[in-house]
């Protein structure tokens, strides 16, 4: 496959200088009439906005996930990950982080977590994850989270472009050299995100519509569930309500066209199945012969043999084999599956979506358990050896609990004494320091590693994380400044904290760009702008 990166990365030679002498021959065609700009500011300002559109952004983030997927498929050590966010500095803040602890952002996503849009960034309030936010808060919110993170690209470059001027007029040439191969190197904040189109808000037209204004706003790839859409529920409720195939891959090639349409190639289909959890379908399939995909869906459904004379007034009956069976169908006019036969269709669900144009699967399962995904994964790749997986690492799992008890269970069956654990209470702070819970936690910190080379998950993400961060920051604050400490609460467990770990966002104003816009009045106005970041600004006591 040709990857479609054509955008300027890091590792391209004196592409500052190309940038500058381009525009100086641009300036001199015009005959003076342009000679108060200044090519080298011009170039700076392209270098901090390296990426024009949204399709630009898909397509350049398309491809990292392409060369992502093939480099796990070598070596599933190497599998990727993202946090979830809800807002375009939270994303900003957590790629910031990332490039200052890691060193860059290689393997490192963004999710898009619907149940966030529906939570926090509805007009309507907070809402339950039942699609009934507003369908255009998806693509306005990736179109957020990719204004904040090239912002991050001019303020980072803002500092370098100083360090120069400030090198040039130190006479120090070494320095300076130095400082322009790090622009040359430099690596953008911009990273893929993968992006919740839910169940695709209505039918595969509308699918199709929001598909494209999701991908215009800059996302790479789109994940997609098997839920009916206007039934749609979290993953972890109850209450869900599948599609038969057909309807759901008529989703999937919409996504697929949209991406094509826009000329992004490489554009990445998540197709989720919640058939583990969901034990109701609004629909019995089409099918028109023995084994098709119809009759395999239909194949689960909960029937009860009828003679021809035993139907019933406004009975649905289906002919399987040469017999009448009457699927169960509840007063919500929805038909039931029968029990025990999640797995079967999770495995169904998988295999034909790969086959029909998806490139990642995500089953959603109801704890987090390595062995009973790799079960499933195991009987995917049978049919099709590279099927890999996003995986929930989801908040809505106790994983305390779950791991404890998965320690348990292991030791009892292996025999060892468990006497001294009470299993329905091990959540209690009173076994945090014994040995089960230390190889609980030990488990929980190689899940992600261990689960990528059993399970065949290719990217780790958690869906809800800076939901509950935000929240817990606050109530710890809130706790102490509104308390005994008052403002110490604050000076002691955030700024100070901030100055000492070296967060950026300490200078606040500079986070919000008022350096760049220095930068930019100087280019505008030269030595009459009236500049924000002078000796009297209040961010200079932080250094």
């Known amino acids: ?21 381009q525009v100086k021959q641009l300036v001199e065609r015009h005959n003076g009439a342009w000679d108060g700009i200044n090519p080298e500011s011009v170039a700076r300002m392209r270098l901090q906005n390296r990426f024009q559109t949204g399709l630009d952004i898909a397509r350049y983030t398309a491809a990292i996930m392409r060369k992502d997927m093939a480099a796990y498929d070598a070596d599933p050590a190497l599998y990727t990950q993202s946090l979830g966010v809800w807002h375009g500095f939270i994303a900003q803040q957590k790629m910031i982080s990332i490039k200052k602890h890691f060193a860059g952002t290689d393997r490192r996503y963004l999710y898009l ?4 849009v529906a939570a926090l960034r509805s007009e309507f309030g907070p809402l339950p994850d039942q699609s009934m936010h507003e369908k255009t808060s998806v693509p306005a919110l990736i179109e957020e989270l990719y204004t904040f993170l090239r912002q991050a690209d001019a303020r980072e470059l803002g500092g370098l472009f100083r360090a120069i001027d400030a090198a040039r007029k130190a006479g120090d040439s070494a320095k300076e050299q130095e400082l322009l191969t790090a622009v040359d190197n430099f690596q953008t904040h911009v990273v893929p995100i993968i992006a919740d189109i839910d ?3 209505g039918n595969a037209e509308a699918t199709y519509l929001l598909a494209k204004k999701m991908i215009e706003a800059g996302a790479c790839a789109l994940q997609i569930e098997n ?4 039934e749609k529920q979290c993953g972890h409720q109850d209450g869900k309500v599948t599609v038969p195939h057909e309807v759901f891959l008529a989703k999937v090639r919409a996504c697929r066209y949209a991406f094509l349409e826009l000329g992004v190639e490489d554009g990445i289909i998540v197709t989720r199945t919640d058939s583990l959890g969901a034990g109701l379908t609004q ?3 089409v099918s028109r012969e023995p084994g098709d995909l119809g009759d395999q869906y239909n194949s689960f459904l909960d029937c009860e043999e009828v003679a021809p004379g035993d139907a019933h007034n406004g009975d649905v009956i289906i002919n399987r084999n040469g017999k009448l069976l009457r699927p169960k169908r509840l007063p919500s006019n929805l038909y039931q599956f029968r029990p025990g036969t999640g797995e079967d269709r999770c495995v169904l669900d998988s295999i034909t979506s790969l086959q029909n144009g998806a490139d990642l699967l995500w089953i959603e399962t109801e704890k987090p358990h390595v062995e009973q995904i790799a079960g499933m994964v195991d009987r995917i790749r049978a049919v099709i050896p590279n099927a890999k997986l996003v995986y929930n690492n989801s908040p809505s799992f106790n994983w305390t609990l ?33 040995d089960l819970a230390a190889e609980a936690d030990e488990r929980i910190r190689t899940f992600q590693a261990v689960g990528s080379k059993r399970a065949g998950i290719f990217h780790h993400l958690i869906t809800l994380p800076t939901y509950h961060t935000a929240a817990l920051s606050t109530d710890n ?29 300490v200078k606040h104003q500079n986070m919000a760009g008022s350096d760049v816009g220095d930068d930019h009045k100087e280019y505008f106005a030269g030595e009459a702008a009236l500049k924000a970041g002078g000796a009297h600004n209040t961010m200079n006591q932080f250094g």
């Not at 496959?1 to 002498?21: D, F, L, R, V, W």
């Not at 977590?113 to 966030?116: I, K, L, R, T």
């Not at 509104?482 to 100070?496: A, C, I, K």
């Open 1 to 21: 496959m040709t990857y479609q990166s054509k955008i300027p990365q890091a590792g391209q030679a004196n592409e500052y200088q190309s940038h500058i002498a």
């Open 113 to 116: 977590s619907g149940w966030m």
């Open 199 to 201: 169940a695709g808000f």
């Open 227 to 230: 839920q009916v859409s206007d």
């Open 283 to 285: 629909q019995i399939a």
């Open 402 to 434: 779950n791991f404890r008890q998965q320690v348990y269970d292991a030791w009892k069956a292996a025999g060892k004494d468990v006497s001294a654990y009470d299993r329905a209470a091990l959540m209690s702070v009173d076994y945090d320091s014994t």
């Open 477 to 505: 604050l809130a706790k102490e400044y509104f308390g005994e400490q008052g403002m110490l609460g604050y000076v002691r467990n955030v700024q100070r904290q901030e100055i000492r770990q070296g967060v950026a966002c």
